[in-house]
């Protein structure tokens, strides 16, 4: 590695709280590429591939079937993409979850990437790894991305998504009183704000899982501009200000996506103090689907998802929290080489198999 240009190196304020293994496989992989944030929105997207990471994940299994819907939605008109998998005969039979009449719990997944990034493809190796693990199916939602569709538009497309999941449970072989949602990141953000919106539909069914992984739950106080937030007074987060520079998702990097998803002009404020934005903020947090929360010990959202766990608590909301120390933000997608994230896959999984089993 030293003939290698680190362009970006484990900074000295986080570098002994690493965990050798992720410091070792960061350091190999995205250490020596520029990130997305580092050059201008405009030069990311003229060359995504360029700036996307793709690191060690773990397996691909085969599943019984893939297939892709599209989907039409609103505010503004438009369509997106559903992908479902479903399981083998073979995964069906050993996971033991299906009714009598053959129907199966169903994970509703919501890929991260501040809602600018990301796509089918980013949470594939674990959706089929829970697909096949649970014998269930899986809905992998490709929801419309800022800046083009700012904020609400990623979680409108969302709630269209997991409303017409449940209007399709029938043809889909979806057991509907056992759906979960869950998602990394933005894509937690979005599963604790549906949660809410879930808990106040009028005759929706309720969730039985908000699975959410190193979510942001509190986007009041990212700074519009690159500043850092030592010795500001009140911020409520600690890891804004001991994780600042943190491998992966260090302030700036959640500046860069912040501005691009709830912009820069005056509503901004407005936007962020609304639930949708900050979930943290809802005004109740009870009668919610229990959640599981996972997140990184070294993670500029690492307080964030503590919060939220005892907001939830405090709710009278059933929440299971892991912090899996010493790792950056994305450790769930490494699982093909992290110890931890192995262990993260097999948590996740087993959260949702405590959550359908009846």
Known sequence: MSEVK???????????????????????????RTRADQVSYEEYNSNRSKYTFSI?????????SVKIYKVPVSDPAGEIQIQVFHPTPEAIKSAGLATADGKLPAHVDYHGGGFVIGGLTSDESWNRQACQALGCVVVNVDYRLSPEFPHPVPLT???A???????????LGIDRSRISIGGL???????????????DEPGM?????????VPAVDARYVPIEDVSLKGVEGVPYESYVVNEFAPCLPLNRMRWFYRLWLGTDPGRKKKAEHFYASPILAKSHANLAP??????????????????????????????LKVYEGCGHPFGHWDGELDKAKEFVTDTIGALRKAYTV
């Open 56 to 64: 060690a994940p773990g397996s691909f299994p085969e599943v019984g």
């Open 291 to 320: 959640a599981s929360i996972h997140v990184a010990g070294v993670d500029t959202l690492t307080s964030e998802g503590i919060a939220y766990h005892e907001v939830l608590k405090k709710a009278g909301t059933p929440s299971t």
């Open 185 to 199: 990141s933005a894509g937690g953000q979005i599963s604790a704000v549906l949660a809410l919106m879930a808990r």
């Open 157 to 159: 497309d969302s709630w």
């Open 6 to 32: 680190l362009i970006n190196p484990l900074h000295p304020s986080v570098k002994d709280r690493m965990d050798p293994q992720f410091a070792e496989i960061y350091t190999k992989y995205q250490a020596p």
């Open 161 to 171: 998504a997991l409303k017409w999941t449940f209007a399709n449970a029938s043809e």
């Open 205 to 213: 069914e309720k969730l039985v899982c908000q699975l959410l992984i």
